[in-house]
């Protein structure tokens, strides 16, 4: 089985191609060295390694006022990511169409402090219920909804583009002809596309500056807005604590496929949500992968509230898989973030219902044995401990109550098997650094299909490695290698209720 001496061999091999690439890397990288010191002169924008070293485009929304947003106006928020405070007087946001040239502008006044945001407050649709909150500047651009280019400068004459010498930071979004690398994702009018935190991460309080001159890798497209201004609680709050970077955020351990939110990559197209992130796939009308955080606070006294439903914050024109695609199929909507998870709000709750976050599992899979390592897992946490979880499908054609099925509905996958890994720690802090070689991390595979009921899940335990060679996926990918190492290879052994 997956124990046999040629998936043992897999694992090896995969393990020489990581560390081939690890060397490859470094050679690499000693290269642009070399060549950077003769010819850096040529790039008026070095890629960077991290967290931005200049003020930078924090987020971007153009669908304010229009039909089904909330808040009345669009908005440009930018945050300082250094320890010194900087003055944008003579500074200005200007805005083009996605293939238009810079006419629309507004000019900056005031300084933006260190760690600190500033609000800009643009057109509104005429629609929305919400206002904004007090912005530094107001100006009058209408931004698009979908698709666009934002330049800070500082100047406040109208630049030509990304490479222009003025221009301190740029973002492409949607279908926009110019950007940083390649533009991040499409809009809506309730979503906005925002940059990643200081460490790369999606992670509440850590800033919004992670900076490597690729917009396609350095922004997410959410739905969880949250404008912030000159009076917001400066991120991070103090300039020497230790930054955990990563702590409860659902793509803490690592982004398995590297998946990104351009819109041109429609098969591992990178989703953030408040509640979990995962990776859509929009040939398959499914998630390859959900991944989600859960500690004690997500766990409370909200009702299940199965309101399955369409994910409407996927890009324009992607299908949308609906409530009623799975009926009579023999298969489950089967929740990868469970919906019990997610009790200490009903709108968190409510999240897990969205058809993205399902894939069609069979009855016996999903009812008994899946659920029973759910029931588990909550458990762990009762018990003291925060989990950080993947799951997803892998391969084609299920068998659930009415037959074997390669896909159901208007062609969702049914996966030929399910997986599932767990990183179990105890609650705390600085989680990346508390993963070591004893850390527990139980890994499942369970056949789609009606037998898989026929034993507990502890009978379908697995190693990390096994599911790696089998998914192409690189999981922890945060943690140091000589620990992923060390804990990837193992078969977790441990209680089971």
Not at 151 to 163: I, M
Not at 192 to 221: C, H, L, M, P, Y
Not at 367 to 378: I, K, M, Q
Not at 384 to 393: D, F, Q
Request: overall charge negative; hydrophobic content about 30%.
């Amino acid at each position: 089985m997956l124990h046999s001496r040629s998936a043992q061999n897999t694992v090896l091999s995969k393990r020489v191609m990581k560390n081939f690439k690890r060397k490859t890397t470094i050679l690499v990288c000693s290269s642009l060295v070399f060549f950077g010191g003769a010819f850096g002169n040529l790039f008026n924008k070095p890629a960077q390694a991290a967290v931005g070293t200049h003020v930078v485009i924090s987020e971007v929304y153009g669908g304010g006022g229009n039909s089904g947003s909330s808040y009345k106006n669009d908005y440009i928020e930018l945050y300082n990511p250094t320890d010194s405070s900087v003055s944008l007087s003579g500074w200005s946001i200007q805005y083009a169409s996605s293939t238009g040239t810079f006419s629309s502008i507004t000019n900056l006044t005031g300084t933006i402090s260190s760690h600190q945001y500033y609000l800009i407050k643009e057109a509104s649709g005429g629609g929305g219920t919400v206002d904004l909150p007090t912005s530094d500047v107001t100006g009058t651009i209408n931004l698009s909804a979908s698709s666009g280019k934002v330049a800070l400068a500082n100047v406040t004459t109208s630049v030509s583009g990304s490479t222009s010498s003025n221009v301190v930071d740029f973002v492409g979004f949607g279908s926009a002809n110019d950007s940083e690398t390649s533009p991040t994702g499409t809009l809506s009018a309730t979503t906005s596309t925002e940059r990643k935190d200081n460490n790369g991460g999606t992670t509440q309080g850590n800033g919004n500056g992670w900076d490597t001159n690729n917009n396609a890798n350095d922004f997410v497209i959410t739905s969880s807005l949250l404008p912030q201004n000159s009076s917001s609680a400066a991120e991070p709050t103090s300039q020497g604590q230790t930054q955990t970077g990563t702590d409860n955020d659902h793509l803490g351990l690592g982004n398995p496929s590297g998946a990104t939110s351009n819109t041109s990559n429609s098969n591992n197209y990178l989703m953030v949500k408040p509640q979990y992130d995962l990776s859509y796939n929009n040939s398959k009308h499914e998630p390859n992968w959900v991944s989600w955080h859960i500690g004690s606070s997500d766990l409370g006294s909200a009702a299940r509230q199965d309101d399955f439903r369409a994910d409407t914050t996927l890009p324009l024109g992607w299908y949308q898989v609906t409530t009623s695609e799975f009926s009579g199929s023999g298969f489950d909507r089967g929740h990868m973030c469970p919906s019990a998870d997610r009790t200490s709000t009903v709108a968190n709750n409510s999240a897990t219902f969205l058809m993205s976050n399902m894939i069609p599992q069979a009855p016996n899979n999903n009812e008994v044995t899946w659920a029973n390592l759910e029931d588990y897992s909550r458990s762990l946490v009762s018990a003291g401990n925060e989990l950080y979880v993947i799951s997803g499908g892998y391969g084609s054609g299920g068998t659930g109550s009415n037959g074997y099925k390669t896909t159901v509905g208007n062609g969702v996958v049914v996966p030929a098997q399910t997986w599932k890994v767990i990183v179990v720690l105890p609650n705390g802090s600085n989680d990346i650094s508390r993963v070591t070689s004893s850390t527990r991390i139980i890994a499942v595979l369970l056949p789609n299909d009606q037998t898989a009921s026929s034993h507990p899940w502890s009978y379908y335990r697995v190693s990390v490695d096994s599911i790696e060679s089998l998914t192409g996926y690189d999981f922890l990918s945060s943690v140091p290698a000589s620990v992923q190492n060390a804990i990837e290879s193992k078969v977790d052994n441990g209680a089971t209720n």
